[in-house]
């Protein structure tokens, strides 16, 4: 069956960056794109970017341009986000999800577990 | 960016009502419409695609309806597993934006 399975929580300082992996099973890794989703507290969802495996090419939300990093390595198989420059503002549980199409209808069919990421001086 | 609207923001009914969800997008995205549940403290899971078609799992009293801007989730008949928020997004173009959340609370 199909798992996403991420990193552990993190605490970061305001002005520092924080990775959070994702690590698939279940499917071909190169075979669909992957998602960046994160959830402030009490918030809604919010789209910050997708990776093509494959092929390496990135999509940001205008948002986080310049802010945001999305990578894979194939050879693990697994995914990363890493954003910078870290305010208050950006605490929040970020999910990966994979972008999956059912009957041809591109969606987020499976997610992973969530990260909580915390900045805090 | 597309904007996704939904309405309302939160709703509280008993179980066995009908409950309907709106969701409009600020420009035509065809079906290109997906309605997500989270329940607290977990990660959202898929509903409906493609505006109406049903995620494999997903008991039948769901259902989405509509086209072009306007949509719809409906559940036929509340349960008290339906407590949760209910998210729609638009896959039509980058970025894949969210609605602002439908919060179903049981009476």
């Known amino acids: 069956q199909v798992q996403l399975v991420q990193s552990g929580a993190e605490v970061k300082k305001p002005g520092a960056s924080v990775k959070v992996s994702c690590k698939p099973s279940g499917y071909t890794f190169s075979s669909r794109n992957i998602n960046w989703v994160r959830q402030a507290t009490g918030q809604g969802l919010e789209w910050m970017g997708t990776?093509?495996?494959?092929?390496?090419?990135?999509d940001y939300a205008q948002k986080f341009q310049g802010r945001v990093t999305i990578t894979s390595d194939t050879s693990i198989s697994t995914a990363y986000m890493e954003l910078s420059s870290l305010a208050s503002e950006d605490t929040a549980v970020y999910y990966c999800a994979r972008a999956g199409y059912v009957s041809g209808w591109p969606g987020n069919d499976y997610w992973g577990q969530g990260t909580l990421v915390t900045v805090s001086s | 960016d597309i904007q996704m609207t939904q309405s309302p923001s939160s709703l509280s009914a008993s179980v066995g009502d009908r409950v309907t969800i709106t969701c409009r997008a600020s420009?035509?995205?065809?079906?290109?419409l997906n309605w997500y549940q989270q329940k607290p403290g977990k990660a959202p899971k898929l509903l409906i695609f493609?505006?109406?078609g049903l995620q494999s799992g997903v008991p039948s009293r769901i259902s989405g309806s509509g086209s072009g801007t306007d949509f719809t989730l409906t559940i036929s008949s509340l349960q008290p597993e339906d407590l949760a928020t209910y998210y729609c997004q638009q896959s039509y173009t980058t970025p894949w934006t969210f609605g602002q959340g439908t919060r179903v609370e049981i009476k």
């Open positions: 420009q035509t995205i065809s079906r290109y």
């Open positions: 493609g505006a109406s």
């Open positions: 990776i093509n495996p494959n092929s390496g090419s990135t």
